[in-house]
């Protein structure tokens, strides 16, 4: 048996496959078990992420019909089914940088079973320190007068001394004023080709989401990476919500008077984020967390949560909270969702792009009308749409207090499949000395959206899973 990444050789191969069955009628045998012939993808290793589609195509011999084919991957020693049916080609479009293997089981009506070989396969970063990227200044999503520049500069020298290799201050003036970019908080189709006919690759988008300097400081942010393709897409997203009280420890020692201190502390824990998911082999990251969950939630019988799907998240409508909360929630949801194998979130910006093209403004809120839009193939074909109502967020003076509403659409169905209302204050789990006490908003919203997104999609990352093959009869795994 051969297992190779190319199709350069496919005639080889089915000729392989035609005297195979054909020895065998010629021999009188009567050839019961598969035989995995192949094991082939459309493009060789190593690709970078974020490249596209490569198609894995399983040839085979022999087995009595329907065949099934069961395709795994393995990466740091863990392993997950991706794929399991008639299908006999698996589509994979990887978007994270590692060394991976990719095998394949085929099982036959009656339950005999033939295992390829892991085939390795290795993807590397979609950016490099070579690769031109463009530092966007921040969007001031916080409601109140903040020193915008200062954090720009900072974090732009910051990551400038990890090695990137960032577009002049000049150029991208110059860029701005051109293309009279005035709204930085994304880029949509258009603005990301004229950036890659400038040779650029990547944008980073940073929202000021919180900013309060006091006694007790307080800063919360969230940056993304944006390739600049012809559909931009997410290479990366984080946020860091902290406060000065966070860790007081012992008799207050380790409080965070000063926010420029604070201002670093958040900056390195986003650069930290960044590169390690553009390292050529992540460490995995899980942020600990209790969950707060949705006071009450709808969650349709029929949705698949382990389908792919494109998702669309839309600013949600604020009826009573502070300026920008609409903005400041769905970003949260774009950050959750982006950490879903399945899921392909649609750059924020894009979703704006599409929304002035079709004069859409939600003033009464989410309705079928944008769905239908966003849904539309001669849009953004998304499957999934996600809106809500921002009721009441306080992240700046006194105890943090979060009330929204969510709604999810399926676009082709034209159906709400997913209804939640949640809220929160920062002192609810308190009992005594303010153990458990939540001192920022960001945190406080990015529990309450790891919850939803559990409830809607459940966990999918790397982990052992049950196999319809384990569950036959011994005499034919020999």
Known sequence: MTYSTSFSNNFAVLLLVFCSWTLSGCSGLNVTKPQIISLQATKSSPQPAYSGEILWQTYVSGGTPPLTYEYRMRKNQQEKIVQSGLESTWSWQPRNSGNFHIRVRVKDKKGYISTSEWTPFRVDPAINNHHLIAFFPLENLSGVKAPLSKISQDYKELL????????????L???????????TGGIGSELAHALREEGVEAV??????????????????????????DFPEIAWIDGVGITGEDSPGLLGLKRIPKME??????????????????SENPEPVSKSTNGIKPRDFYLATDFAPEGKYRVAVVPFLNRYARRNAGFVVPLH???LLSKNDNLQVVEPGVVREQLLKY?????????????DVLASETSLSADLILSGYVFDYQDQFGIPKI??????????????????????NGDDGVYFFDLGRHQSAHAMLEEMTQSIGKLIFKANKFRPQESEFENINSIHSK
């Open 160 to 171: 400038q001394s990890k090695g990137l290799n960032f577009l002049s201050d000049e150029r």
């Open 173 to 183: 003036e110059d860029f701005m004023l051109r293309h009279r970019v005035r709204y």
């Open 204 to 229: 980073f988008i940073t929202s000021l989401e919180s900013y309060e300097k006091s006694v007790s400081p307080k800063i919360a942010l969230t940056s993304r990476l944006v390739l600049c393709r």
């Open 261 to 278: 201190n604070l201002e670093q502390k958040a900056l390195n824990n986003l650069a930290d984020s960044f590169l390690n998911a553009l």
């Open 333 to 335: 949801f774009v950050n």
């Open 359 to 371: 004069r859409l403004i939600m003033q009464a809120g989410p309705s079928l009308a944008v769905a």
């Open 403 to 424: 009330d929204f509403s969510t709604r999810l659409f399926s676009g082709p169905k034209r159906e709400i499949i997913w209804w939640s209302r949640s809220y929160a």
